[in-house]
Nanobody, 122 residues
């Protein structure tokens, strides 16, 4: 089994910063890509940022220049540095990953973490 566990969420003031972490553990053969999604109350879940094993990165337009995604491959960990936070950033942030299992069947599966709450107060 593979598990994704997020941490780093919390309450932050307008314009403040938070750093989210997501650690993948379990029977991991390789991680093809990891990313961060968020879901605000009453809104659909959206991709915030993603990074592939080759280092290709994409951000949603609303966070470009303010958020930075990075990954520590040796630790199976992905980070999301969030700066200049806005009230619109209030949401549950979910880690997502495409992972090839080290055990049978060794196909690529998609996994979700439980989410971590980020609240931006004004």
């Amino acid at each position: 089994q593979v598990r994704l566990v997020e941490s780093g969420g919390g309450l932050v003031q307008l314009g403040g910063s938070l750093r989210l972490s997501c650690v993948a553990s379990g029977s991991i053969g390789s991680i093809n890509a990891m990313g961060w999604y968020r879901q605000a109350p009453g809104k659909q879940r959206e991709l915030v940022a993603g990074i592939t094993s080759g280092g290709d990165i994409n951000y949603t337009d609303s966070v470009k220049g303010r958020f930075t995604i990075s990954r520590d491959n040796a630790k199976n960990t992905v980070y999301l540095q969030m700066n200049s936070l806005k009230p619109e950033g209030t949401a549950v942030y979910y880690c997502n990953a495409d992972i090839r299992s080290s055990s049978w069947p060794r196909g690529i599966l998609n996994y979700w973490g439980q989410g971590t709450q980020v609240t931006v107060s004004s």
